[in-house]
Nanobody, 115 residues
C-alpha cells in the first residue's frame, strides 16, 4: 500500500502559476508511471501529465508547453509545475501511481483559476 498526498492547490489569477506536489508514503521508484489527472465540474477525469520511471514525460495537448511534470525519487515526490493558467484549468487535480499490479490515487487538490 502507498498513500499519496497532494498539496499546492489554491486560487490563482489567469496567467498565474502554481506548483502541485504529490508526496508518497514509500518509494515511487517501483511504479511504472506517476501521473497527474484532473476532473473539472461536470466533466470526466482526464490525464494531464505522466512521467515514467525512466523520466519519459507525456502531456495532454491542452497543457503542452504550459505544464511540466517532474519527480524526485529521493523525496518520493512528484511535481506538476503549471504556468499560464486559464479558467479551463480549474479542476481537482489527482496524483496517481501505477504499476502492473498496483494503482493508487490521492485525495485531490483543488485548483481554481479566476480573477
Amino acid at each position: 500500500q502507498v498513500q499519496l498526498v497532494e498539496s499546492g492547490g489554491g486560487l490563482v489569477q489567469p496567467g498565474g502559476s502554481l506548483r502541485l506536489s504529490c508526496a508518497a508514503s514509500r518509494s515511487i521508484v517501483s511504479f511504472k508511471t506517476m501521473n497527474w489527472y484532473r476532473q473539472a465540474p461536470g466533466k470526466e477525469r482526464e490525464l494531464v501529465a505522466s512521467i515514467t520511471s525512466s523520466n519519459i514525460r507525456n502531456y495532454a495537448d491542452s497543457v503542452l508547453g504550459r505544464f511540466t511534470i517532474s519527480r524526485d525519487n529521493a523525496k518520493n515526490t512528484v511535481y506538476l509545475q503549471m504556468n499560464s493558467l486559464n479558467s479551463e484549468d480549474t479542476a481537482v487535480y489527482y496524483c496517481n501511481a501505477r504499476s502492473t499490479w498496483e494503482n493508487y490515487w490521492g485525495q485531490g487538490t483543488l485548483v481554481t483559476v479566476s480573477s
